[in-house]
């Protein structure tokens, strides 16, 4: 009788374990609601939950947008459309908008390389504040405080890898990390100053979009926007191939999803594929398992 008792309830786990990954793959809700709240002096975000099947164990998607670090807005068609997909699959989703310390100004080549580690540390402190907000209303917005997913487009991107993957690097001395740490991170045609500080321990599933032609921010490594060596905004960057190498030799889960023809259009591109998205949160930060996945995309879908 017990051994019985036993296998039920395994069995029971196991099948609470399967619905519960599933569940963040597939629309769980017809109604999405939107809430903004105010989490730093005049910085908005939008918190967007499905109206039934809410979890207190859902994870949290953060998404920040991109424009070059001088435009672009939290409730776009774009994200606002990715923002309301997935929260109908089950998703706590927060778009947040940041300093654009660049608005007016050039992120160019004629842009200072110390300049530009200035502004990728400026939105991953916003990024952390936004974050800490949250974090506070876990409860009273129902997600899991662990499973925390950044989710970049163009500058938004390197904006996120800057805050997942940079932590103890000098040039990241004066941003107030915490102990913060995320489940999770996604990629829009984004890059890192540095792949030196990825390692075992702070490895995470991450996922990216990127075409292999991408004229301003490299697919591999390449300087940004790739500006000669004698101007002021050189900077090397690692982009998506040069990224998953090194998550590989750790032994991290990744997606790396490439446009062999692909430009920079798929900063925006990338909000289409949220099947693949989903499914890749779902299996590996929800269900736990571990993948290695690199698949071809193109522009024409």
Not at 111 to 140: E, P, Q, R, W
Not at 213 to 226: E, G, Q, W
Request: net charge positive; hydrophobic share 35%; glycine share 6%.
């Amino acid at each position: 009788m017990k051994t019985n008792t036993l296998v039920l309830l395994v069995a029971l786990f196991l099948l609470s374990l399967q619905i519960e990954a599933q569940q963040y793959k597939d629309y769980v809700s017809d109604e999405v609601t939107s809430e903004t709240f105010t989490y730093s002096d005049t910085l908005n975000l939008d918190f967007y939950s499905s109206e039934e099947n809410i979890s207190s164990k859902r994870p949290l998607l953060i998404l920040v947008h991109g424009g070059g670090f001088s435009s672009g807005k939290r409730d776009n068609p774009l994200e606002k459309k990715f923002c309301i997909d997935m929260a109908r699959r089950g998703y706590a989703v927060a778009s947040m908008s940041y300093n654009l310390t660049r608005k007016g100004k050039s992120f160019g080549c004629d842009y200072s390389s110390v300049g530009k580690m200035v502004t990728f540390n400026s939105v991953t402190k916003d990024i952390l504040n936004a974050t800490s907000f949250l974090t506070d209303k876990a409860s009273t917005l129902n997600f899991n405080a662990n499973k925390i997913i950044l989710v970049g487009s163009s500058a938004g991107a390197e904006a996120v890898l800057n805050t997942v993957y940079m932590q103890g690097s000098p040039k990241t001395k004066d941003v107030p990390f915490g102990a913060v740490k995320y489940a999770g991170v996604v990629s829009f045609a984004g890059a890192l100053v540095s792949t030196d500080y990825i390692t075992e321990k702070n490895v995470i599933p991450s996922i990216f979009f990127h075409g292999k032609k991408d004229n301003l921010v490299p697919y591999y490594i390449a300087p940004h926007h790739y500006c000669k060596p004698t101007s002021p905004g050189f900077i090397t960057l690692f982009g998506a191939k040069a990224i998953t190498d090194k998550l590989n030799k750790l032994g991290g889960s990744y997606l790396l999803a490439t446009d062999p023809e692909g430009n920079h259009d798929w900063a925006n591109l990338a909000y289409n594929y949220t099947d693949e998205i989903a499914g890749f949160i779902s299996e590996t930060i929800v269900n736990k398992k571990h993948i290695v996945s690199n698949i071809q995309v193109s522009s024409k879908k």
